[in-house]
């Protein structure tokens, strides 16, 4: 069996006129704006960053704007896009660009994977697109065409496979047109080389050995199963007299990490003594808890259960905010959508419409 033939030629043949030509991070084009979308488009489809893509835009022009602004008008504008370390790294990146590279992009894909958020084949993409640099880049897209057009078996994400995957993906890449050679491999992942790929369309099919051998089914093959974690934690919704919520911000690191949010116990009893000891102001009244909901995560899944307690006190100005707020906070994309939820339950009902948590209101010592 013969090594099946270069990529390159049908595949720019392909995408000149196939192609996706009106990316919006393409037109204009600029380093600034490729870093941008390549950093939302790690672990996220085209269609859903694109609104978030315009919206940096709008607000954050130039890499100057980005290092200037609070780290919470950026996170606010990332809120729902999750994975929040690439915020936080966005943020720092373009900081550090602008101290320590005089705010120019370096071309070399070497000095662009030692910024903040900018792992080798992110950084590949960068200079490969905003530079036309010979850079080969490993997205999930082009995993999936490599592992099917070369017929490589096992996981991706396993050592061995991504070596061999990182291999393929440096040999195929030509010296000619790396720009576009790097768009038209993703584009053919993400438009005809799908999960259910559409064959009798590709462009590269003649060549392709898992078409050859019936076998693209088989490929890229699934993450080996493990069952993922239930976590359990009771979120509390704190609100004053004037139904204002009480949120706190996360540490910087970890899971949310810099966002705001509801404080979180693994117990109610953890719960009931923060309350009764101190932290919220005095006059707590009517606990009550939503029924759960679940969020899932790569390594787990979170169950939600909200607790919800009406304080008569004052309140901690600063750290209580109106409905009217809520939905431009930085806040975790659960938390974003339950109180989306309890915002509507609110309008139509007149009340929170929760359940009784405590048959007897223990109220506060
Ligand atoms: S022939 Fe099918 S499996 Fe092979 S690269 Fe094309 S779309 Fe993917």
Request: aromatic content about 10%; proline content about 12%.
């Amino acid at each position: 069996m013969s090594a099946p033939p270069p990529l390159a030629p049908p595949l720019l043949a392909w995408f000149a006129q196939e192609g996706r030509h009106d990316l919006p991070w393409k037109s204009p084009s600029s380093p600034y704006r490729i870093w941008l979308s390549e950093i939302m488009l790690q672990q996220t489809q085209v269609q859903t960053v694109k609104p978030y893509f315009a919206r940096f835009i709008e607000a954050f022009p130039t890499l100057q704007d980005l290092a200037a602004a609070p780290l919470d008008a950026v996170l606010s504008l990332w809120s729902g896009l999750g994975y929040y370390a690439r915020a936080r790294n966005l943020h720092r990146c373009a900081q550090t660009i602008l101290r320590e590279h005089g705010g120019i992009f370096p071309e070399d894909p070497a000095v662009l994977v030692t910024l903040p958020g900018i792992g080798p084949s992110t950084a590949n993409a960068i200079a490969a697109q905003a530079f036309n640099v010979r850079a080969p880049i490993l997205d999930g897209n082009v995993k999936r065409v490599l592992a099917r057009y070369f017929a490589v078996d096992g996981w991706p994400g396993s050592p061995a496979v991504a070596s061999t995957l990182w291999a393929l993906a440096d040999q195929e890449t030509p010296a000619a047109a790396p720009a576009d050679y790097t768009q038209a491999i993703m584009d053919l992942g993400a438009l005809l080389c799908r999960r259910r790929p559409d064959c009798a369309r590709c462009p590269v099919q003649a060549g392709c050995e898992s078409f050859r051998t019936g076998t693209v089914g088989e490929r890229p093959a699934p993450r080996p199963r493990k069952d993922r974690p239930l976590r359990r934690r009771f979120f509390l919704l704190a609100f004053d007299g004037e139904g204002a919520l009480f949120l706190k911000p996360r540490p910087p690191e970890g899971l949310w990490g810099g966002l705001l949010s509801l404080p979180e116990f693994e117990a109610l009893e953890e719960l009931n003594a923060v309350l009764a000891a101190e932290g919220l102001p005095p006059g707590a009244n009517a606990w009550t808890q939503d029924a759960p909901f679940e969020h899932g995560f790569t390594h787990f899944r979170l169950e939600i259960t909200p607790v919800h307690v009406h304080l008569t006190g004052p309140g901690e100005t600063g750290a209580f905010y109106a409905a009217e707020r809520w939905p431009t906070l930085p806040l975790p994309a659960p938390v974003k959508r339950y109180l989306r939820g309890l915002s509507e339950r609110r309008t139509t009902d007149g009340e929170n419409g929760v359940l009784p948590l405590f048959p007897e209101n223990p109220g506060r010592s």
